[in-house]
């Protein structure tokens, strides 16, 4: 007679989940001929590329890029953050400076505070340059982050609208607004603005990569490999398009495929734990329990609490002979994966 177990293998908090896990169905695996049943529900949690956080730019990164803005500079003296365009402030020498209405000296000194780590306090300096100038998109766009970076992400999707209503040809302001409907759940919104984004930006890696997030979870996870690839050719170091394309090539069967690209994507972060855990489970899918098992034990030495590592190891033990199953088990079980109970149940009396 044959053993069964429910073997939720690929219930991992990540991004791009190819398996079960939560709502998704576990899968009958067997002891005697070790098939495994591919799985057909598509479960995708977000949690790496979380989408209600605007901070692929750092605020060191903010302080540059408005440090380096092209167009008008910055007229010396300007402590009042004054805006008119068009005025001339006489410096002490050289020719007049005209003042950037965009830059004032209040958006400037709330990225610096939120620079020093006072995020929250940013945000009435920003507040103030748009008093002063009611049409500065970066003001609206740094408010917005620094909403996001406080909890605030219904403030920050207006002013980010604002930001765009003010200046709807810069492609960044898409991409962040892409990821605050996608954390919204509204897939269709987000994906319009990934294609504004792209269409501003052709070679716009990260929004590339968030359109194929929604892309795959919508189920279409051969459009979202092509998005994947056109991100990897523009960054062939982005080590999350690959895992991105990896569960995505292992949603759709290709378990190899999968183990490759991951494989690339651990290349250049060896110490990613969803690439090695999704890696484990394309193993256990393909029979090749020893990889797996090694899989999840790295993942256990970077992250000794990690449930998921332990239920999944005990299962490759469970399937190749070990009885090791059950001290994984028992592990899995106090850090809270409810799943291992039902296992040691079955299989550990």
């Known amino acids: 007679m044959k053993k069964l177990i429910d073997l939720g293998i690929l219930s991992i908090t990540g991004l ?4 079960c896990g939560g709502n998704a169905t576990t899968q009958k695996i067997s002891h005697t001929d070790t098939v495994i049943t591919p799985p057909d529900t598509i479960h995708r949690i977000d949690s790496i590329n979380k989408a209600s956080v605007l901070t692929d730019t750092s605020w060191s990164k903010a302080a540059k ?7 008008l500079k910055m007229a010396p003296g300007n402590k009042k953050g004054e805006i008119v365009k068009g005025n001339l ?9 005209m003042v950037n209405p965009f830059r004032p000296q209040e958006l400037m000194d709330g990225i610096k505070k939120a620079q020093s780590g006072d995020v929250k306090g940013s945000i009435p300096f920003f507040t103030e340059a748009i008093k002063k100038n009611p049409k500065n998109y970066n003001a609206y766009f740094y408010r917005a982050k620094a909403k996001v970076e406080t909890g605030d992400n219904q403030g920050a999707l207006e002013d980010i609208n604002l930001a765009i209503q003010n200046n709807s040809h810069e492609a960044l302001y898409f991409y962040y607004r892409g990821k605050l409907y996608s954390d919204r759940a509204e897939s269709n919104l987000a994906m319009n603005d990934f294609n504004m984004a792209i269409k501003l930006k052709h070679d716009f890696t990260d929004a590339l990569n968030y359109r194929g997030v929604e892309k795959a979870k919508l189920g279409k996870h051969q459009d979202a490999i092509q998005d994947y690839d056109s991100a990897i050719l523009t960054n062939p170091n982005y080590a999350l398009c690959y895992y991105n394309k990896g569960t995505s090539q292992a949603s759709l069967g290709d378990y190899k495929g999968a183990i490759e690209t991951l494989t690339k994507a651990l290349g250049i972060d060896a110490k990613h734990k969803l690439s090695l ?3 484990g489970n394309c193993y256990v899918q393909l029979g090749n329990y020893k990889l797996a098992i090694a899989d999840f034990t790295a993942v256990i030495q970077m992250d000794p609490k990690n449930g998921d590592a332990y239920f999944n190891r005990g299962a490759a033990y ?3 002979g070990d009885k090791n199953m059950c001290t994984d088990w028992k ?3 106090k850090l809270g994966n409810t799943k291992a ?5 079955k299989n550990c009396k």
């Open 277 to 279: 855990l999704n890696r």
């Open 16 to 19: 791009t989940l190819f398996a």
């Open 331 to 333: 592990m899995a079980l």
């Open 89 to 97: 402030s006489k410096p002490n020498s050289g020719p007049p400076t």
């Open 318 to 320: 469970y399937l190749e």
């Open 341 to 345: 109970k039902d296992m040691l149940n």
């Open 65 to 71: 890029t408005m440090t380096d803005e092209k167009g």
